[in-house]
């Protein structure tokens, strides 16, 4: 899982040539990143650990990243 959100980041930074902020997930699919990076269990350690928000969503059937301007706000 890890390793996918990571080429979604590095796809999405090389078409908008602008970092992403927030990652859109399922909460299955963060069940799995958690157990990945199990010395990150809690979403707000994830969010430090990934750099940008992470947002869960119910029926998201993948993951997903973009630039929120509101992510931006939280980050500064």
Not at 32 to 46: G, W
Not at 54 to 64: A, F, G, N, T, Y
């Amino acid at each position: 899982m890890l390793s996918f959100i990571y080429q979604l980041f590095r796809d999405y930074q090389l078409v908008n040539e602008i970092r992403p902020n927030a990652l859109f997930i399922s909460h299955a699919h963060l069940t799995v990143l958690q157990a990945e990076l199990e010395t990150h269990p809690n979403p707000d350690k994830i969010r430090q650990y990934l750099g940008m928000e992470v947002i869960v969503r119910r029926h998201l059937s993948h993951p997903k990243v973009c630039w929120l301007q509101s992510a931006a706000r939280k980050a500064s």
